[in-house]
Protein backbone atom coordinates (compact mmCIF):
# COMPACT_ATOMS: atom_id res chain seq x y z
CA UNK A 1 0.00 0.00 0.00
CA UNK A 2 1.29 3.55 -1.18
CA UNK A 3 2.11 5.64 2.02
CA UNK A 4 2.02 8.69 -0.42
CA UNK A 5 -0.44 9.78 -2.65
CA UNK A 6 -2.63 12.54 -4.65
CA UNK A 7 -5.97 12.61 -4.46
CA UNK A 8 -8.29 14.44 -7.03
CA UNK A 9 -11.49 14.29 -4.49
CA UNK A 10 -11.98 15.54 -0.95
CA UNK A 11 -10.82 12.46 1.60
CA UNK A 12 -11.69 11.31 5.67
CA UNK A 13 -9.10 11.91 7.88
CA UNK A 14 -10.78 9.77 10.34
CA UNK A 15 -10.56 6.83 8.04
CA UNK A 16 -6.96 7.76 6.87
CA UNK A 17 -5.82 7.47 10.61
CA UNK A 18 -7.93 4.50 11.65
CA UNK A 19 -5.13 2.94 8.89
CA UNK A 20 -2.31 3.93 10.89
CA UNK A 21 -3.64 2.15 14.35
CA UNK A 22 -2.29 -0.87 15.62
CA UNK A 23 -1.29 -2.35 19.22
CA UNK A 24 2.06 -0.55 18.79
CA UNK A 25 0.55 3.02 18.62
CA UNK A 26 0.94 4.81 22.29
CA UNK A 27 1.55 8.14 20.33
CA UNK A 28 -0.46 9.72 16.75
CA UNK A 29 0.44 13.24 15.27
CA UNK A 30 -0.98 14.43 12.12
CA UNK A 31 -0.92 17.94 10.34
CA UNK A 32 -3.75 19.05 8.13
CA UNK A 33 -3.43 22.04 5.68
CA UNK A 34 -6.15 23.79 4.37
CA UNK A 35 -6.69 26.21 1.91
CA UNK A 36 -6.85 30.06 3.61
CA UNK A 37 -8.75 33.03 2.50
CA UNK A 38 -5.16 35.31 1.85
CA UNK A 39 -1.41 34.74 1.05
CA UNK A 40 1.16 37.62 1.31
CA UNK A 41 -1.94 40.31 2.15
CA UNK A 42 -3.51 39.38 -0.88
CA UNK A 43 -7.21 37.92 -0.29
CA UNK A 44 -7.58 34.32 -2.06
CA UNK A 45 -11.11 33.29 -3.33
CA UNK A 46 -9.46 29.42 -4.42
CA UNK A 47 -6.85 27.60 -5.86
CA UNK A 48 -5.38 24.61 -8.01
CA UNK A 49 -3.07 22.07 -7.46
CA UNK A 50 -1.33 20.36 -9.81
CA UNK A 51 1.29 18.07 -9.64
CA UNK A 52 3.88 15.99 -12.11
CA UNK A 53 2.06 12.78 -10.86
CA UNK A 54 4.72 10.02 -11.56
CA UNK A 55 7.84 11.99 -9.82
CA UNK A 56 5.37 13.16 -7.01
CA UNK A 57 4.45 9.99 -5.95
CA UNK A 58 8.37 8.44 -6.13
CA UNK A 59 9.58 11.74 -4.51
CA UNK A 60 6.50 11.34 -1.72
CA UNK A 61 7.36 7.78 -1.26
CA UNK A 62 11.05 8.39 -0.42
CA UNK A 63 10.10 11.26 1.97
CA UNK A 64 8.25 9.00 3.69
CA UNK A 65 10.79 6.05 3.90
CA UNK A 66 13.15 9.08 5.11
CA UNK A 67 10.90 9.20 8.05
CA UNK A 68 10.94 5.98 8.26
CA UNK A 69 14.75 5.60 8.44
CA UNK A 70 15.15 8.78 10.29
CA UNK A 71 12.44 8.45 13.19
CA UNK A 72 11.34 6.07 15.67
CA UNK A 73 8.12 6.03 14.18
CA UNK A 74 5.57 2.77 13.29
CA UNK A 75 4.05 4.25 10.02
CA UNK A 76 3.52 7.87 8.49
CA UNK A 77 1.53 8.58 5.65
CA UNK A 78 0.19 11.89 3.60
CA UNK A 79 -2.45 13.14 0.89
CA UNK A 80 -1.87 15.98 -1.06
CA UNK A 81 -4.93 16.89 -3.04
CA UNK A 82 -4.74 18.02 -6.96
CA UNK A 83 -7.39 20.48 -9.00
CA UNK A 84 -9.59 22.79 -7.49
CA UNK A 85 -10.27 24.03 -4.20
CA UNK A 86 -11.91 26.48 -2.39
CA UNK A 87 -11.16 28.30 0.55
CA UNK A 88 -11.68 26.12 3.81
CA UNK A 89 -10.94 22.97 2.12
CA UNK A 90 -8.59 20.42 3.06
CA UNK A 91 -5.54 20.11 0.98
CA UNK A 92 -2.82 17.77 2.68
CA UNK A 93 -2.93 15.49 5.51
CA UNK A 94 -0.30 13.88 7.45
CA UNK A 95 -0.54 10.99 9.71
CA UNK A 96 2.34 9.58 12.06
CA UNK A 97 1.90 7.05 14.69
CA UNK A 98 4.77 5.99 17.33
CA UNK A 99 5.49 4.31 20.51
CA UNK A 100 5.49 8.06 22.32
CA UNK A 101 4.33 11.64 20.65
CA UNK A 102 8.26 13.09 20.40
CA UNK A 103 9.20 10.94 17.60
CA UNK A 104 5.55 11.34 16.26
CA UNK A 105 5.59 14.94 16.43
CA UNK A 106 8.99 15.02 15.02
CA UNK A 107 8.47 12.84 11.97
CA UNK A 108 5.23 14.51 11.24
CA UNK A 109 7.15 17.77 10.75
CA UNK A 110 9.68 16.68 8.81
CA UNK A 111 7.28 15.02 6.46
CA UNK A 112 5.39 18.05 5.92
CA UNK A 113 8.60 20.29 5.89
CA UNK A 114 9.56 18.00 2.72
CA UNK A 115 6.86 17.42 1.04
CA UNK A 116 5.90 21.03 0.25
CA UNK A 117 10.12 21.43 -0.47
CA UNK A 118 10.45 18.36 -2.44
CA UNK A 119 7.54 17.21 -3.87
CA UNK A 120 6.58 18.49 -7.66
CA UNK A 121 3.26 20.42 -6.47
CA UNK A 122 2.26 23.78 -7.95
CA UNK A 123 -0.26 25.46 -6.20
CA UNK A 124 -2.22 28.30 -8.53
CA UNK A 125 -4.05 30.87 -6.27
CA UNK A 126 -6.80 33.10 -7.53
CA UNK A 127 -7.20 36.28 -5.98
CA UNK A 128 -9.66 38.48 -5.38
CA UNK A 129 -8.42 41.36 -7.20
CA UNK A 130 -8.54 39.27 -10.35
CA UNK A 131 -4.84 38.50 -10.33
CA UNK A 132 -3.60 35.00 -10.27
CA UNK A 133 -0.13 33.42 -9.64
CA UNK A 134 1.39 30.20 -9.27
CA UNK A 135 3.42 29.41 -5.88
CA UNK A 136 6.25 26.60 -5.52
CA UNK A 137 8.17 25.73 -2.90
CA UNK A 138 5.55 26.76 -0.41
CA UNK A 139 5.30 30.44 0.13
Known amino acids: ?????????????????????DARVGAYA???GWVRD????????????????T???SEGEAVLA?????????????????GELAVGELAVWVGVTAAHRD??????RYVID??????????????????AGWLHPQS
Open 114 to 131: EVKSRVPIWKHERYADGD
Open 38 to 53: HNDDRNVHGLRYEAYA
Open 66 to 82: EALATFDILDAHCVHRT
Open 1 to 21: MARFRLSETPFDTATLRAQLL
Open 55 to 57: LAQ
Open 103 to 108: AAFAAC
Open 30 to 32: SFE
